[in-house]
C-alpha cells in the first residue's frame, strides 16, 4: 500500500467517524428539542419520542436495524455492511447528546442551524464511502421495486410522507413549514460540501527550465506533470508548458517550487469543475 493510498484510508476512516457524530449532535440538540421534523429516521423518532417518549437513539436503531435486516435480502450484505456501522454510531450519539440542553428553544434558528450541521455530517459521512443509514437504505429498497424511478425522487416522497406525519401528529403547521425548510438547508448543505470538494485547480506554467521543474514537481509531489512544447507568439520563441492539476491546498507550495527554479515562470490557475483519474476522487 502507497503513502498516499495510507494517507485515504486514514481521512476516510476519521471523516466516517466524524461524520455521524456531527449527524447526531444536528439531530439530538436542535431536531428533538423543538420537534422539527424533516423527514427520514430522524424523523420518525423526533415524532415517537414526543408522543411515546421513547428514546430516540433505541427508535433510530430498531427502525435502522429493521431496513438493513430487509436490505440483506434485497439489496446484499456489501451495502448493509457499509450501512451498519455509521447507522449504529448515529444511534449511540443521538442518545447521548439528547441528554445535553438544547442549543436554542427558537424554531427558526433550529431548523436553521440544525439542518446545516446535520448535512454537514451526512456529506462527511458520504464523501468517506459511508451511510448512516435511514432514509438511505429505504431509497435504495424503493429504487429495487420501482427501478424506473430516480432515488432522489423516491427519497424526497419518503420524506413528505414522514413530515405529513409529523403535521397529523402535532397539529402545528408552523412545524411542518419548518421541517420542509429543513430538509432542503440539509440537502443543500450535503450537495454544497460534495461539490466544493470536486473542485480542483488545473495549472498552466509556461518556463525555459520545464525539463528541471517538471522533475522537480514530480519528485516531490503525488501529483502528474504533463510537459507541451509551446512557441511564443510576440516572441516566436520556443518554450515549454507544464500542465498540472491539483487541489487548492496545494498551490502555495506548488508555486514555491517552480519559482525557486525559474523565477520568470509565467503561472495560470484555472478552476476546474472536476477532475477524475489518479489522486482524484469524485464524491457523489
Known sequence: MTSISKKDNIKNTILFLIGPIITAFGISVFY??????????????????????????????VINGLFLLISIRVIGRSFVLKTLVGAALVSLFVQIFSSFPPMTNDVILASIF???????????????????????????????FFPHMKIGKLLLLVDAI???SALIAFREID????????????TFAVDFLIQKLNISKLAFVVTDKGLEVSKLLVSTSPRGVTIIDV???Y???????????????????????ILEIDSEAFIIFSESQQIVGNGFHVYR
Not at 175 to 186: D, K
Open 32 to 61: 428533538l428539542p423543538n420537534k422539527i421534523v424533516s423527514g427520514g429516521v430522524s424523523g420518525i423518532s423526533t415524532v415517537l419520542y414526543h408522543l411515546a417518549k421513547i428514546p430516540p437513539g433505541l427508535s433510530f436503531a
Open 114 to 144: 440544525g439542518s446545516l450541521i446535520y448535512g454537514f455530517g451526512i456529506g462527511l459521512t458520504f464523501l468517506s464511502g459511508g451511510s448512516t443509514g435511514g432514509t438511505d437504505i429505504l431509497g435504495r429498497l424503493l429504487q429495487h
Open 162 to 164: 414522514v413530515i405529513i
Open 175 to 186: 412545524l411542518a413549514l419548518w421541517g420542509i425548510v429543513a430538509l432542503f438547508l440539509s
Open 231 to 233: 512557441t511564443g507568439a
Open 235 to 257: 516572441t516566436m520563441e520556443k518554450k515549454t508548458t507544464l500542465m498540472c492539476a491539483l487541489k487548492e491546498n496545494e498551490i502555495p507550495e506548488f508555486q514555491r517550487k
